[in-house]
């Protein structure tokens, strides 16, 4: 168990929907990265908070957006879902502390289905 | 971040050992080496990581060469529960000013190791 907690687990949804995905950090770390991994894709990054500031952005759609809370959740918005949506979204969190050990640690995922 | 180069599939025997092998030549001073593992649509498991010096932990070990462009991770005694595809990332670990945007872990396509019975 990594400490990151990701919610729903599984999701499936008709195309043109929006869907929330919800993620819990480790305890006291200040960092959230979004990942997609799709079935011909690997690990692909989209997006990081840092105490509830946006600080990198990868390939994240337009149609996508994050956020991070006071108390440190975060929550990916997907809206306009296409079929090519479906994809395994991982959350990830990092203390990300100057001179210390940063290691990013992944929730198990949320698997989104879009028919 | 660095590239890395790792073979794209390896096997093993279950209770050898098995050696996972990466190239990063342009590794820079302070980017550290990063193993992490995917067991089939789980999360990225964190595994272990070195500047250096070969560290071990309960998990692998990582031996990194003396001029830092190649290491490799090995698990001692591999079971079939280590069948996975197996990220060789290198990334700061040691931060300059506190989250910021270089710090992301860039995923390549890993090698996938299976252990044979």
């Known amino acids: 168990d990594s400490g990151v907690t990701q919610t729903p687990k599984h999701l499936i949804t008709a195309t043109g929907q929006r869907v929330t995905l919800r993620c819990s950090p480790r305890?006291?770390?200040?960092?959230v990265y979004w990942y997609q991994q799709s079935l011909d894709q690997g690990l692909q990054f989209l997006i990081q908070y840092y105490n509830g500031e946006e600080r990198a952005k990868g390939n994240i759609l337009e149609r996508f957006s994050a956020q991070q809370f006071p108390d440190l959740h975060s929550e990916l918005n997907l809206s306009s879902l296409e079929l090519g949506d479906s994809a395994l979204y991982f959350c990830?969190?990092?203390?990300?502390?100057?001179?210390?050990?940063?290691?990013?640690?992944f929730g198990e995922g949320s698997w989104l289905t879009v028919v | 971040d660095a590239k890395t180069t790792q073979p794209t599939s390896m096997d093993c025997a279950e209770g050898r050992a098995a050696n996972l092998p990466c190239n990063h030549s342009?590794?820079?001073?302070?980017?550290?080496v990063y193993w992490y593992r995917q067991i089939h649509s789980q999360g990225p498991q964190y595994i272990i990581h070195?500047?250096?010096n070969n560290e071990t932990n309960e998990m692998a070990s990582l031996i990194i060469t003396e001029d830092r462009k190649s290491s490799t991770l090995i698990l001692p005694h591999a079971t079939l529960r280590d069948t996975a595809v197996y990220y060789c990332i290198v990334r700061v670990a040691r931060l300059a000013y506190s989250g910021g945007s270089n710090y992301k872990l860039t995923f390549g396509k890993g090698t996938l190791l299976t252990v044979n019975p």
């Open positions: 305890s006291g770390d200040l960092s």
């Open positions: 342009t590794i820079s001073g302070n980017e550290y």
């Open positions: 070195g500047l250096k």
């Open positions: 990830a969190s990092s203390p990300e502390l100057i001179d210390s050990g940063n290691t990013i640690y």
